[in-house]
């Protein structure tokens, strides 16, 4: 034991000396359980859009028991109904809604929940919710199931027998999760390649003193962040390109049904300059190498998960969505999925509006930042 303390004191400080380690083995699990405790613990303190469209109506007036069902609903308080009319045309009423869900409540639902009440012949009244195939998760639909299925057993005695039928119909444009997730995707590359990138590269060449013999050079700090900038962007494209072929290909278990456009090619193009930017302002306060992954992972996981790269930010609690809303990669996957999936053209042009807003306030400041003689 003599031997064996000192050696393991020495493993123990050159584990705490080395920051990459501590933030993989105690910061990143931390951030990891409080991200997704906080996503999936959600207990309904966010309200959820439903739009509700019922058929089984008499004289104008809903029916007495799909009435009660509508009011089961919203007595949840989770869920912020929409009502359409019978009358109105379902798919124009959704038009531009991102993730719309709708539930259909079809006619003669009130006599055929009456005649299974009653035991007698007919078939079990069925309700239909519409929604966006591309969530492989929907917060609504776990808590849409509870609410009919108590109000079931609510209309028996002494029965837990399920007597409504809720049947799912993916949404007509025929998208699915993985076209919601490859944009995502290219956002979440975009960006680690970008902070990752730039923080690796400042680091290294302060600590070898390449950034303080720059100072003896004809070369502007601005034309240094631009020649960063525009490596990093080719980096990206290559990158980007090679996820966009694999999500192509035919013969592939993907063939997504993305759409690549101009517009998304600009929103592309918007990232490589707002990330890059980041990394040079994240590397200014980074003086050693071995720090430099555990400074970049610092900002990039929180806003993986923040910014609905996974998961569609709808789900998560109020106080995550507001967090949502200030972080650049919420722009970017948002216009992505407006102009690659959506086909929302005025969506994605103001998420690239914004996004490019980030890009000149980043780079500003990494010019800003950067001193040769600091280095």
Do not use: C
């Amino acid at each position: 034991m003599r031997n064996i303390i000192p050696i393991f004191k020495v493993f123990v400080k050159h584990w705490y000396r080395r920051k990459s380690t501590v933030f993989w083995t105690i910061l990143f699990p931390i951030i990891m359980i409080s991200l997704f405790g906080s996503i999936f613990s959600n207990t309904g303190s966010s309200m959820m859009t439903l739009y509700v469209q019922n058929f089984d109506v008499e004289n104008g007036n809903a029916t007495r028991l799909s009435q009660a069902l509508i009011d089961s609903l919203n007595q949840t308080h989770a869920l912020n109904l929409h009502y359409i009319q019978p009358n109105q045309d379902l798919t124009e009423a959704l038009k531009g809604v991102s993730s719309p869900r709708a539930l259909i409540i079809q006619k003669g639902f009130n006599k055929e929940l009456q005649d299974v009440l009653a035991n007698q012949s007919g078939d079990i009244p069925k309700i239909i919710l519409k929604r966006d195939a591309s969530q492989l998760i929907d917060p609504a639909l776990g808590l849409i199931n509870t609410v009919i299925r108590e109000f079931s057993v609510y209309l028996q005695v002494g029965s837990t027998k399920s007597i409504i039928t809720l049947q799912e119909e993916a949404d007509q444009k025929g998208f699915r999760y993985i076209d919601f997730f490859l944009p995502g995707v290219i956002g979440m590359n975009v960006m680690t390649t970008g902070i990752f990138g730039a923080v690796s590269l400042n680091t290294e060449y302060r600590s070898n003193g390449v950034l303080k013999k720059l100072s003896t050079t004809p070369i502007s700090k601005f034309e240094w962040i631009v020649a960063v900038q525009l490596y990093q962007m080719i980096i990206a494209f290559i990158s980007v390109a090679l996820i966009i072929g694999i999500g192509y290909l035919p013969l592939s278990m993907f063939s997504v049904k993305i759409a690549l456009n101009l517009t998304s090619i600009i929103m592309i193009f918007g990232g490589t300059l707002v990330f890059p930017g980041i990394g040079m302002i994240i590397a200014k306060y980074v003086k050693d190498p071995s720090t430099a992954d555990a400074a970049a992972n610092a900002i990039t996981f929180p806003m993986m998960f923040l910014s609905g790269t996974f998961f569609q930010v709808e789900m998560y609690p109020d106080f995550l969505k507001s967090v949502s809303q200030i972080l650049p990669l919420t722009y970017f996957n948002n216009g992505l999925r407006a102009a690659m999936v959506d086909n929302q053209p005025d969506i994605a042009f103001t998420n690239t509006a914004i996004l490019f807003a980030f890009a000149v306030v980043a780079i500003t400041i990494g010019v800003l930042l950067t001193n040769w003689r600091d280095n």
